[in-house]
């Protein structure tokens, strides 16, 4: 998400996010009268089953956001901390245990026993129960907190490490000599009334872990990735997923798309940086499995307008295929196609959101979230003509009562996919199409959809 909306009220975030994008939306952004005119959709598609959903737990109530996985777990973050659930069995997952620990979106990347969590909200101190302070005040904890997982029943506080704008994203990298890791922090500066978060903010925030002691962990480095200034819209990066047996990774930087050298974790260096008139907030990326192309997604409205409607149209708040022309770091982006949505929603909030590839081996399949869009699956296997094969979306349009969904986040994991629903909670999907199908025989041990493995059937 691409400002950190006051729980409860998330519409609050497209005027902050407006503004950060440097993208005038009043008059595009107006409800929509597509749905008065003609029958809205199915609420699924016949090749998709939803098999579980999970309401949120009682401590944890606020806005949900990200997912990682390990082993038979999920970690599902929220602003007010993060859930560990139980998916041994997908079609009946339990929550293990719940972790009260405010700090504003909540964005979470796991390896082994350790599980790193972004704070974007500044707090009186470090640990999970300081209070709220104001954004105007210096001393205002933000950046990222690291908690021991072994125990998933008692997860347990360790550290933090600040980070000058917070962390709205993290991403996690591994090291080349298995002693240490780095965490990329993503943040942007949203205003000149942020103390901690002056513009220009061109830059990330790298840290180092220890492995076998990551209470010592720290702050290596914030390089500039936009030396000689990027696209007016942009003041820093709000995602970055990296490839790491390639070596390469892409960035979602407010309004810029960049490809980056990361054979040196450490030190990561900007090759290539692409811009899109259509393209109002460069949102998250996803390689494909070949690493021949990169989808980058579009956040127009920051996640709190309507963006999928007839009025708005298939080019923005939209997918973008780019290849890449080249080997590694060394490639050129070349833009193929966009792919947006045509199930119109109206008024609702609904653009481009975090997704992952189906692992189909040879083959390009992408699910993704769409906010009250639901949930897509969709083949790139022609980046040029990319369609939606699936969908997954409560609708109250359609059957009176339901609640409607909302999802931030959907990935593919060890034979399901699981959204992370802003309001509704977790809900599981089950993927019945014979071109899928071979992505059940790859198993995963651990999965953070920004630190991309390089799968194989069998395994991840």
């Not at 942020?194 to 180092?208: G, L, M, V, Y």
């Not at 914030?222 to 970055?240: M, Q």
Request: with cysteine.
């Amino acid at each position: 998400m691409s400002a950190p909306p006051t729980p409860g009220r998330r519409l609050a975030r497209t005027a902050a996010l407006s503004a950060a994008a440097g993208t005038l939306l009043v008059g595009l952004l107006s409800p929509a009268s597509a749905y008065a005119d003609e029958a809205p959709a199915d609420e699924i598609s016949s090749n998709v089953t939803h098999v579980a959903h999970v309401p949120k737990p009682d401590a944890v109530r606020s806005t949900n956001s990200d997912l990682a996985f390990t082993g038979d777990y999920a970690i599902g973050g929220n602003y007010d901390g993060f859930v560990v659930y139980d998916i041994s069995e997908p079609e009946d997952p339990k929550v293990v245990s719940e972790v009260l620990c405010p700090g504003g979106q909540g964005d979470v990347s796991v390896s082994g026993d350790l599980l790193y969590f972004s704070v974007d909200y500044p707090r009186a101190g470090t640990e999970c129960g300081a209070a709220s302070v104001p954004t105007t005040d210096p001393e205002g904890f933000e950046g990222i907190r690291i908690f021991d997982i072994s125990d998933k029943a008692n997860p347990q506080y360790v550290a933090a490490v600040a980070t000058d704008c917070g962390s709205h994203t993290n991403t996690l990298v591994p090291g080349e000599d298995g002693e240490h890791e780095y965490v990329y922090v993503s943040s942007y500066s949203p205003s000149e009334r942020f103390p901690n978060c002056q513009p220009p903010h061109d830059k990330i925030s790298i840290i180092e872990v220890p492995v076998d002691d990551p209470a010592s962990a720290e702050l290596v480095d914030a390089p500039v990735l936009f030396p000689e200034g990027g696209n007016t819209g942009t003041s820093g990066c709000h995602d970055i997923t990296v490839f790491p047996s390639r070596d390469i990774a892409a960035g979602a930087c407010m309004g810029d798309g960049i490809l980056m050298d990361i054979s040196d974790p450490a030190a990561p260096v900007v090759t290539e940086v692409v811009q899109d008139t259509n393209f109002a907030f460069w949102h998250s990326a996803t390689f494909t499995n070949d690493g021949r192309n990169v989808v980058f997604t579009d956040e127009l409205g920051g996640g709190g307008a309507p963006t999928c409607t007839e009025e708005i149209g298939p080019e923005r708040g939209a997918d973008a295929v780019y290849s890449l022309d080249g080997d590694g770091a060394e490639a050129d982006l070349s833009f193929q196609s966009y792919f947006k949505i045509d199930r119109h929603q109206g008024g609702e909030v609904c653009v481009a959101h975090n997704g992952s590839l189906i692992p189909v081996p040879g083959q390009d399949f992408f699910v993704q979230s769409w906010y009250t869009g639901g949930v897509s699956v969709i083949d790139f296997n022609d980046a040029a003509n990319p369609e939606e094969i699936g969908y997954f979306d409560i609708d109250s349009r359609v059957e009176d009562g339901v609640q409607d969904n909302d999802s931030w986040s959907a990935y593919y994991y060890n034979g399901y996919v699981y959204s992370s629903d802003i309001e509704r909670g977790i809900d599981v999907l089950k993927l019945d199409d014979p071109r899928l199908r071979a992505a059940e025989r790859v198993r995963m041990d651990e999965f953070n959809p920004q630190s991309q493995p390089e799968y194989r059937p069998g395994r991840g």
